[in-house]
């Protein structure tokens, strides 16, 4: 089983609605879950981290983590182009400096 | 803003020569990580070092790698004699020692093996 899932897309969807992205993970001693941002050809870039069941707010992004089903999703409000990019969803064990990163989900924002 | 730096952007070589990467931590950071990306796959994790010691690997972590800090900026990934599936995407990070959560990520070096 593999250890971070998520749907390689693409995800399309018009500007300004919502993109929903998923993730589900198969180690129950995860601790920390993240959302990074990947444009082609360059290096993850951190977007927002959750660490409790429930849901977390930055700005046009928002982290939902549900523990019992070992799920994670990031939503994007207002989507713009510029979100257009690959998202990767990422798990640290509660041992451990390292990430275990999903495949990615790349998102395409259309004008 | 303080940002990590690697050296080179690209690199090509032939199949059995060794390579070594380069990467510059954000200074006052403790911990260091390589991560690799082979073209349209996940990131994978390679290694993490702190005080001057792997503290851990990764299965692809074998012999043939090998890291190093050889002064107090830089921060070396060796591959000894390289392959042609050695050929992605390798990214250097570092993150302080109380927030190895917060890991920020190089640009990432190009390697290509002929």
């Known amino acids: 089983q593999k250890e971070v899932e998520q749907n390689s897309g693409p995800l399309s969807v018009p500007e300004g609605a919502i993109a929903s992205l998923n993730c589900t993970y198969s180690d129950r001693v995860s601790q920390s879950f993240f959302w990074y941002r990947q444009y082609s050809g360059k290096s993850p870039e951190l977007i927002m981290s959750?660490?409790?069941?429930g849901d977390k707010e930055d700005g046009r992004f928002t982290a939902q983590l549900n523990k019992a089903s070992q799920y994670v999703s990031l939503l994007i409000r207002d989507s713009q182009p510029s979100d257009s990019a690959t998202y990767l969803c990422a798990v640290k064990r509660i041992y451990g400096q390292n990430f275990v990163f999903g495949p990615g989900t790349r998102l395409s924002v259309l004008p | 803003e303080p940002e990590v730096t690697q050296t080179p952007s690209h690199q090509v070589t032939q199949m059995g020569q060794e390579v070594i990467l380069r990467c510059v931590p954000i200074s006052n950071h403790l911990y260091f990580y390589w991560y690799r990306q082979i073209l349209g796959q996940k990131v994978e994790f390679l290694v993490s070092f702190y005080n001057n010691e792997i503290s851990e690997k990764s299965e692809i972590f074998d012999d043939q790698f090998s890291v190093e800090r050889p002064d107090g900026s830089n921060f070396t990934l060796k591959i000894r004699s390289t392959k042609l599936e050695d050929s992605a995407m390798y990214f250097c990070a570092s993150s302080e020692a109380g927030d190895t959560d917060t890991q920020y990520f190089g640009p990432g070096t190009r390697l290509t093996v002929l």
């Open positions: 959750i660490y409790s069941n």
